[in-house]
């Protein structure tokens, strides 16, 4: 098995899923991030849930490692994921990012958008009647601060 290249931190917050995501991603991390993702996702399969990703560093995948998110993220929409936010706020190479993750996000059926912050990623979602747990959620950017250090 090759090294793992990239990381996350995945956290449920209501019917929302929050991904912090540091790229950039090989199979191995996208992997690891489907059964983290499939396993704190497994009380929401059969109802509808949205996700916010929130992308950091050199925020791009290699070809292998983007068809396995197009299909997982494919296989999650027919468990329930309907609304995804992605948040280009920090990534190092935006114009690049966005077009990838476009051509991998139109493949799933998912409904995508992007954003430039995360306030407007959560309002977005909030709109469609996705509740935000608050106390997960602050406690998903304490995870993430400490990710970083």
Not at 35 to 49: A, F, N, P, V
């Amino acid at each position: 098995m090759k090294p793992v290249h990239g990381s996350f931190v995945v956290t449920r917050c209501g019917n929302v899923m929050l991904t912090q995501a540091y790229g950039p991603w090989n199979c191995e991390c996208v992997h690891g991030l489907v059964l983290d993702y499939r396993e704190k996702s497994i009380d929401m399969h059969g109802s509808h849930w949205g996700d916010i990703v929130v992308l950091e560093g050199e925020s791009l995948l290699i070809p292998d490692a983007e068809s396995l998110l197009a299909e997982r993220i494919s296989a999650v929409r027919h468990l329930g994921l309907s609304h995804l936010a992605l948040v280009l706020e920090s990534s190092l190479v935006k114009s690049t990012t966005r077009n990838q993750l476009e051509a991998v996000y139109r493949q799933t059926g998912v409904d995508f958008s992007f954003f430039d912050t995360y306030e407007e990623a959560r309002a977005w979602l909030t709109q469609l009647d996705y509740t935000l747990n608050e106390d997960a959620e602050r406690a998903h950017f304490v995870k993430t601060k400490q990710h970083c250090q």
